[in-house]
């Protein structure tokens, strides 16, 4: 089965905290979409955020206090707390079969997900990055110089697509 990378998942982001130069002009606050007036601010998601507009939409816990990282699935900005309760692992990794925690860097090829350190060919590790070609070949990850290799040896006929 030939597949290709689709994509590399970081749901875990970090929060920066700035103190603001009194004569640059303010920014306008993500959250409440207000100008942002205060001595600090925060910065996530590539954007400015008041210290109490950064808020887990659960718990409504203020994250830049929580600790300086926030995690984001489906448009929600959540603090480590409720990203685990609501969506826990990610699954178990189809290379090493270990748990994957939710927050982790994974790659995702087809219903399987794997470390970003466990996904590489098998046979001679190359890594693969995203719209690169692999193949599946009973649950093994290939590259295609080591899958073409194969139907060689083995003689298999190649698959029709
Ligand atoms: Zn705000
Ligand atoms: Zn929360
Ligand atoms: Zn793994
Ligand atoms: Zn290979």
Redesign the pocket.
């Known amino acids: 089965m030939q597949s290709k990378v689709l994509n590399v998942l970081q749901e875990r982001q970090s929060i920066q905290m700035l103190s603001v130069q009194p004569d640059t002009k303010p920014k306008g606050c993500a959250g409440c979409n207000r100008k942002i007036k205060d001595r600090y601010l925060l910065k996530a998601l590539d954007k400015y955020w008041h210290e109490d507009c950064l808020k887990c939409a659960c718990c409504d816990c203020r994250l830049g206090e929580v600790g300086s990282t926030l995690y984001t699935k489906a448009n929600l900005i959540l603090c480590r707390r409720d990203y685990l309760r609501l969506f826990g692992v990610t699954g178990n990794c189809a290379a090493c079969s270990k748990l994957i925690p939710a927050f982790e860097m994974v790659m995702r090829a087809k219903e399987n997900v794997y470390h970003l350190d466990c996904f590489a ?1 098998q ?2 590790n ?1 890594r693969f990055c995203v719209g690169d070609k692999f193949f599946l070949k009973n649950n093994m990850i ?2 295609q ?2 899958y073409e290799e194969g139907l060689m040896k083995e003689g298999y006929a190649p698959q029709v697509r």
Do not use: A, E, R, S
């Open positions: 060919c046979l001679c190359q290939l590259c110089t080591d």
